[in-house]
């Protein structure tokens, strides 16, 4: 199997070192198209794939042609490929708001992957929601989960809506949780610690408190609730999260995040 990337940014070079570590296929079967010339040299050297400028070569003889552009150059990538595309191939978008029907109608393709990963994918950790037009064979579909399962876990959706929905949750939400961390360690700072141990003291409780969260069948309040003791130094802390409606704060970043992505899908 052949597989090419037009694109070769973060999010490529994650899924292409989830794939060589996998050994799904060899580097010599994956090639890669960038504008930019020291990228394509870096990728080239570090994980000795194929590398040129041309979107249209590394389409042609490939199974698999992964979309990693920002949504802002899609537009161009879809009019300069689409006329190369042929029955072989199955095309995955990584692309934020870029619609199954969008990608099916203007590239004259029916043979669409659609898939929101995160971050954290990048050190095998990320978790992606996925979904696919019913033309595309079962065989890529494995090959799809087979590398997804290398940057972390995965969630095939038959509905596409909930590819929206995690954008805004799942893709968006590393942003909110350093946001979090920043806020956290710049406390610690402002009471007095250094900024190394505050950072230490914030990383470790972050990791630890989701860790437990994930191996706990229980609610996180309840979890919230066994932290908090009657008129303690947490409730306090709680009670200025409330007045600073911190709750409703992230619920409507995560919502916001929505209607963006959904806004984005509109324009196309």
């Not at 909110?176 to 505050?198: K, N, P, Q, T, W």
């Not at 914030?202 to 191996?215: A, D, H, R, W």
């Amino acid at each position: 199997m052949n597989i090419s990337f037009i694109g070769g940014g973060v999010m490529a070079e994650a899924i292409i070192r989830g794939i060589l570590g996998a050994d799904i296929v060899s580097s010599r079967n994956i090639r890669i198209s960038d504008p930019i010339q020291l990228r394509r040299q870096y990728l080239s050297e570090t994980y000795g794939v194929s590398t040129c400028s041309s979107n249209v070569n590394v389409v042609n003889g490939s199974d698999l042609v992964i979309l990693s552009v920002k949504p802002q150059n899609l537009r161009e990538v879809v009019d300069e490929i689409k006329s190369t595309l042929s029955s072989k191939n199955t095309v995955v978008s990584i692309i934020a708001g870029a619609t199954m029907k969008y990608l099916c109608k203007d590239l004259g393709h029916n043979k669409v992957i659609r898939l929101m990963p995160n971050t954290p994918a990048q050190i095998g950790q990320g978790i992606t929601v996925w979904t696919s037009s019913n033309e595309v064979p079962q065989s890529d579909m494995e090959t799809i989960r087979k590398i997804l399962r290398t940057l972390g876990d995965e969630i095939y959706v038959d509905e596409e809506k909930y590819i929206d929905m995690a954008t805004a949750l799942s893709a968006s939400g590393p942003a909110y949780v350093f946001m979090f961390i920043e806020s956290l360690i710049d406390a610690g700072v402002y009471l007095g610690m250094s900024r190394e141990m505050s950072r230490r003291l914030t990383v470790e409780t972050i990791l630890g408190s989701t860790k437990l969260l994930k191996s706990s069948d229980n609610h996180p309040a309840t979890l919230k609730d066994m932290v908090t003791s009657p008129g303690g130094t947490t409730a306090e802390g709680l009670l200025a999260l409330e007045q600073g409606l911190f709750k409703s704060s992230v619920m409507n970043a995560v919502i916001s995040a929505y209607d963006k992505s959904r806004n984005l899908g509109n324009q196309n």
